[in-house]
């Protein structure tokens, strides 16, 4: 009798350890998916090494995006385009040659909605302590001189610029337009980088076009970049 309870209790014990073994391995499994999902949202993204033409989804998806991520609620109806803005309640990996993009930033793709084929990204860079750096890490690399470049300056005695009330700007501001050709890989830069000296503070505008898309001279006009540079 003794014999038989003494096996009935060791029987128990063995069942509650396999029980336990058993709830644990999904625990494991779900706790390996989630550092998946964290290491694939820490991968990095540095636009200059963007190859126009890649496919949207396959880019985003390397930074653990997806194109329902997209920070605009607007659609695009009568365009054969669509945009993307990266949104900024996620921690990304972000740069432009090298130089940190702060969470703080704008940055959009522009990409076919047929093919999902990205031709197009632009930046929007609010008071970046290495907007200069970033300008001079990209064209560097060019091993040529600017296609374009306009420097503009406002103060209160020479007022250029208006305000959005059609007033003239009294601020010392300085507006420096460049344009560069990256003519190996065929893509074309354009800066607008707007420095207010009275205020303390700088933007600087980005927009990298694919110069063999067919969207190229449509967008060089609808961003009016044809009025100082068309070529």
Known sequence: MKKIILSQIV????LMNCQEKALEKPNSTVNV???????????????KELKF?????EVLKGIGLTVNDNALDDYNVSGDYEEFQFPKNKKLNLSLAGNTIS?????SFFYFKENKK????????INHKDS???ISSITKSMGSKPAFVEKNVNTKERPIFLDEN??????HIEETKEVWEDSKNKVTYFFINTVNHSKNDGKLKIYVLD???PKYKEWVSYRSFDMFYNK
């Open 211 to 213: 110069k063999s898309s």
């Open 103 to 107: 969470d703080s930033d704008n940055v």
């Open 53 to 57: 033409g890649s496919n949207i989804e």
């Open 166 to 171: 059609g007033d003239p700007k009294t601020d």
């Open 118 to 125: 990205i031709w197009c990204y632009e930046m929007e860079l």
């Open 33 to 47: 998916t989630s550092n998946n999902i964290a290491k694939s949202n820490n991968s990095k993204l540095d636009f």
């Open 11 to 14: 029987l128990s014990f063995v």
């Open 132 to 134: 200069d750096k970033i």
